[in-house]
């Protein structure tokens, strides 16, 4: 079995990047992808605020832009899912359902997922539902939305949704907020907010978007509908990782935990972007951290 220098699972813009920088650097990679090259951006209509594209790009395009750099460099992508690791040796190993790769180093990029609640939202994916203020609010400018979750990123992400919308409903399935307290007293002095309590969305409705949100209280069984074009789902993200059974360190949401040089607790082992315990989970993000990783696996293979 022949042995890479570098594997990259994962074809987001972060396992991408890291691909461009290690083929650039005439490292012996292969990126390992389970679907379409492109990860979430795949899934966003429009992206404004990605540098270098003031008139903003597809998230298609984008994407199709960062594999096309990538595979003009020397990048060989490889369809497959990755099912497993082993770490045990010297050498790292990359599970297939039908081979195991030989890897010198290792680089993790499988990114997240937002949690859903499964009342059938996925229909309206990019016609009114979000799960990023930061990149899909500006659209909802003057507009009614209904936002979802009680923690510190539903109540922060909803006061950003004030400086566009008109009106911001928080639904929160319980009668008091998990946010930071600081939060809470910006969001109840927030004259654009109105909080529905023990309350949760059971469904939405619409013609060509989101036009009207169904909503529940779970404490009286009142169902309202809410005249909205959107509906911000902020009830968690689950990292990509089902493949990593305790192989690296991660926090206590999942996420894998990496230094400055985004190397995990296993030496040659680096995790990039949204599956990355991170402030921030963003495109921009996301390739500054594939960037970083690729040096740092090059200098891991150069010195070991
Ligand atoms: C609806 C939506 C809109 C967004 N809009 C914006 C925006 O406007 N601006 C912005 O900056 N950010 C936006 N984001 C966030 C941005 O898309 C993410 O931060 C970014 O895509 C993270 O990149 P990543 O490479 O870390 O992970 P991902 O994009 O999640 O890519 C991970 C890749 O790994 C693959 N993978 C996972 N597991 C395996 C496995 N076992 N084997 C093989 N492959 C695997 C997946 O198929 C996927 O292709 C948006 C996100 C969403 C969901």
């Known amino acids: ?14 396992g991408l990047t890291a691909g461009l920088y290690a083929a650039r650097a005439r490292m012996n990679v292969l990126l390992i992808e389970r679907a379409v090259p492109g990860g979430q951006i795949l899934v966003t209509d429009w992206i404004e605020n990605y540098p270098g594209f003031p008139e903003g790009i597809s998230g298609f395009d984008l994407a199709e832009k960062i594999k096309e750099q990538a595979l003009a460099l020397g990048l060989d992508i490889e369809t497959a899912e990755v099912q ?25 990029a499988s990114g997240a997922s937002p949690r859903k609640l499964g009342v059938g939202e996925d229909k309206f994916m990019g016609k009114g539902v979000s799960f990023c203020a930061t ?18 990123t539903a109540v922060q992400e909803s006061i950003f949704l004030t400086r566009f919308a008109k009106k911001v409903y928080l639904v929160h399935r319980r009668d008091e907020l998990r946010a930071t307290k600081i939060l809470q007293e910006r969001a109840f002095s927030n004259d654009k907010m109105e909080f529905l309590w023990d309350s949760v969305v059971t469904g939405m409705d619409g013609l060509f978007g989101v036009e009207k949100v169904n909503v529940k209280n779970l404490k009286t069984g009142n169902e309202t509908e809410i005249a909205a074009n959107g509906c911000f789902i902020w009830v968690g993200i689950l990292p990509n990782t089902e493949f990593i059974k305790g192989d690296v360190k991660t926090d206590e949401g999942g996420f894998i935990m990496v230094d400055n040089k985004m190397q995990t607790n296993v030496p040659g082992v680096f995790a990039i972007g949204d599956v990355r315990d991170t402030p921030l989970r963003q495109i921009a993000t996301a390739v500054g951290d594939g960037a970083v990783a690729a040096v740092s696996a090059e200098h891991y293979v150069e010195n070991s």
């Open 135 to 152: 990149c899909d609010g500006p659209f909802f400018r003057d507009k009614v939305v209904v936002a979802v979750g009680g923690g510190d």
């Open 84 to 108: 497993g690791l082993d770490l045990s040796g010297t050498s790292k190993e990359v599970i297939l359902k039908e081979k195991r790769i030989k890897t010198k180093s290792l680089i993790i």
């Open 1 to 14: 079995m022949s042995e890479y220098d570098l594997v990259i699972i994962g074809a987001g813009p972060a």
